[in-house]
């Protein structure tokens, strides 16, 4: 029974799809009467079913080799498209974990778009986000990787696009779509020089190649440097990390979705790419080196944030950072630990903020505040996800970075520093958002805010006893090392840094004697980290400007030099008739001696061999 | 000094010039009637000294030379009815006046 549901697991990207294409008919133009609420339950049940389908066939799959079935899509000459899909325990787990917090998601967004008619497009997307996510895991091929990478590029320009009638979001969906648009056409380009060195897209395949490739170093660096590239804007990472603080203009639960999984696809795209990457070192480095200055930048960008969807965005970068830390470094299957507590935690914190700006309007953390007794459940949540995603002890997050920072350790002991002071600031940005909303005194934004109802509290619970329990399931899974072999060192340093951030953060944000808001050092410097290092500026007046001012030099060349050309083609036989015409004077005599004229010409012409030799003769006398 | 056919044919272009210039500089319409009577006569010196130099058994040319006297004969009357029938309707004979179909 679950063998045949492990067969059949290539049905859960099915599922979603057909939930996604489900949802259309409640559109506000195509059923009027019922109003757009099916379109929710419908993608729910659906998420439902693809999460059940998952446990079942995950099941059948534990203790087992990975099974590989093949569809057929395109054959051409010597191009053979067929699909790869892997079914093993970490790619069935991995859809487990996309369609279970795409559930809880999907609950939340039914009580969070309450007041919206725009159900229909929400779950749609929300669902073709599913599809793309639980197809990208399951399959096994680098081309197909890139193909639902576009389309998810193409689904987040939609989803941050959702009340398109705010200008804000409008700019945001554009530089989402272009900026996760530009890393995915370089890793076009590494796909595409790829196969000629490989001869394969199966990452497997790949794999096996890469570990006897005997390849040239700066092809091998190119190649690398593409590859990352496409990773590079999907996890938004530094210089292409724009696009996810403004994407966050779209709805609460696909900031969920978007926060916890979607900024893995990239991640789960360059772990399959590691040994690809590890061919050269320039490239490895590169990863770590970008990976290292986002989790730093991204974290003291996230302190510096007001806006309480931001301060989560950013530090959404800098762990997306870590991951890359961990590619750089060889760690795969680290990396895969982190980004499952990552997920897991990060989806948590957002539902809990969500649920907080949805009956405190403001996103303003400066005009939050007291909501500690008002609030347990998100205020419980919201710890929870913190203690989940830094380096506290018990939970998740602590195992996977102590597993990063065991092999830094080793490898890099510098960039084990790196990950104390990551973790120690993330600690103290996640601290001061807490103390900011639910320490302190209530403001007038925050003076009455009740709990939320059902559908948004219930996903947030559930989720909290999944954060507390993934550390029950790792051991499970044989994830964390034993506790013999544990390093008891980093794991000091790690709990220290966390301790530091945390007691720094308690004491500027919980302290109601420490003036708000807070000015610490240089005010340029304060606001170098607010603007995100005047990202915004650095793109217009770098890329922006010089696309800008290429493409009108070539709209005015278009419009001056070609289009003139031809143009003055036509002005010149206009001209030409306008000013032959005066030959036909009128004059009778005029025309005769235009007759005469032709006529000796004609004469002179004719002639002319004959007045040459005339010529000849008189010269000779 | 003998008179060669060059001769004639020398005069003959003279002529056919001097009817050219004539026809094309005149601004009296019956001047234009004039000079083209100039330039027949050129012809017809043309043919005859041919006539006599060339072809004197058959004398084709002096044939010819009737024949072209004949037609512009007929062409002179034909030309100043029009000239005339012009000046019915314009009052004059001004070759520069009688410009209208123009560009």
């Known amino acids: ?621 | 000094m003998h008179l060669q056919l060059q001769y004639f044919l020398l005069l003959a272009a003279a002529l056919f010039c001097i009817g050219i210039y004539g026809l094309i500089t005149s601004r009296n319409a019956v001047r234009v009637l004039m000079s083209i009577e100039l330039m027949l006569n050129a012809v017809n010196l043309n043919l005859m000294g041919f006539s006599n130099f060339i072809d004197p058994q058959e004398i084709k040319g002096q044939v010819f030379t009737v024949f072209v006297i004949t037609v512009a004969a007929a062409e002179a009357a034909v030309g100043l009815a029009i000239v005339l029938s012009i000046y019915r309707n314009r009052e004059t004979v001004d070759m520069e006046q009688f410009n209208l179909l123009k560009w």
């Open chain 1, 1 to 621: 029974m679950a063998q045949f549901f492990l067969e059949t697991a290539w049905l859960i990207p099915c599922y979603a799809l057909m939930g996604s294409i489900l949802a259309i008919p409640w559109s506000p133009s195509l059923i009027r009467r019922t109003g757009p609420r099916p379109a929710g339950y419908i993608n729910a049940l659906m998420t439902l079913v693809a999460f059940l389908h998952g446990l079942i066939a995950l099941s059948a799959t534990w203790n087992q080799p990975a099974q590989e079935i093949l569809i057929p899509w395109l054959q051409v000459v010597d191009l053979d498209l067929t699909i790869p899909l892997e079914f093993s325990s970490i790619t069935i787990g991995a859809t487990l974990v996309i369609s279970g917090i795409n559930l809880l998601a999907q609950i939340y967004a039914i009580g969070y778009m309450e007041m919206d008619w725009g159900w229909a497009r929400f779950y749609s997307l929300l669902a073709l986000f599913e599809a793309g996510m639980c197809a990208l895991v399951l399959c096994n091929s680098l081309f197909f990787s890139y193909i639902i990478l576009e389309v998810l590029t193409l689904g987040t320009y939609l989803l941050v696009g959702f009340w398109f009638n705010q200008s804000l979001v409008v700019t945001g969906a554009r530089d989402a779509f272009l900026t996760k648009r530009v890393g995915d056409l370089f890793l076009l380009m590494g796909v595409i020089a790829l196969y000629p060195l490989a001869g394969t897209w199966n990452f497997s395949e790949l794999a096996e190649w890469a570990s006897t490739a005997n390849v040239d170093p700066k092809v091998a660096a190119l190649l690398g440097l593409a590859l990352i590239a496409g990773p590079m804007g999907k996890c938004a990472q530094f210089p292409l990390h724009l696009w996810l603080d403004l994407a966050m203009e779209g709805p609460v639960p696909s900031t969920i979705l978007r926060n916890a999984v979607v900024v893995c696809t990239g991640a789960w795209v360059l772990i399959k790419l590691e040994p690809i990457i590890a061919l050269s070192p320039l490239a490895a480095s590169a990863t770590l080196i970008i990976g290292a200055v986002t989790a730093l930048g991204g974290t003291m960008v996230a302190i510096a944030q007001i806006d309480i969807k931001r301060t989560l965005s950013y530090l959404v970068s800098a762990y997306m950072g870590l991951v890359f830390i961990a590619v750089g470094t060889g760690q795969s299957e680290t990396a895969l630990t982190l980004m499952l507590t990552y997920a897991v935690s990060m989806a948590l914190l957002v539902m809990s903020i969500g649920g907080i700006v949805w009956n405190s309007i403001t996103q303003d953390v400066t005009k939050l505040g007291g909501l500690w007794a008002k609030r347990p459940a998100s205020a419980f949540s919201y710890l929870v996800g913190a203690a989940g995603l830094v380096a506290v002890p018990p939970l998740g997050g602590f195992f996977a970075l102590l597993q990063v920072g065991d092999h830094l350790s080793s490898t890099y002991p510098w960039f084990l520093g790196l990950l104390l002071l990551v973790n120690g600031l993330a600690t103290f940005s996640l601290t001061r958002v807490f103390g900011l909303v639910f320490g302190g005194k209530p403001k007038p934004m925050s003076e009455r805010s009740p709990e939320v109802h059902w559908p948004m509290a219930l996903p947030m619970l559930l989720l909290m006893g999944f954060t507390l329990h993934v550390p029950l399931i790792l051991l499970q899974w044989q994830l964390i090392p034993d506790w013999s072999t544990l390093n008891t060192t980093v794991a000091g340093l790690l709990v220290l840094s966390s301790a530091v951030g945390c007691t720094l953060g308690s004491f500027i944000y919980l302290n109601n004697g420490f003036a708000k808001p807070v000015r610490f050092g240089n005010k340029s410097l304060q606001d170098l980290f607010a603007y995100d290092f005047y990202t915004q500026k650095v793109y217009r007046l770098t890329i922006v400007f010089v696309v800008d001012l290429v493409s009108r030099a070539i709209s005015w060349a278009d419009r001056y030099i070609v289009d003139g050309v031809v143009n003055l083609v036509g002005i010149l036989t206009v001209f030409s008739g306008q000013s032959l015409k005066y030959n036909v004077s009128g004059q009778t005599q005029f025309y005769a001696l235009t007759i005469l004229f032709g006529i000796v010409l004609f004469g002179i012409v004719v002639s002319w061999p004959l007045l040459a030799r005339l010529s000849l003769i008189v010269n000779g006398f």
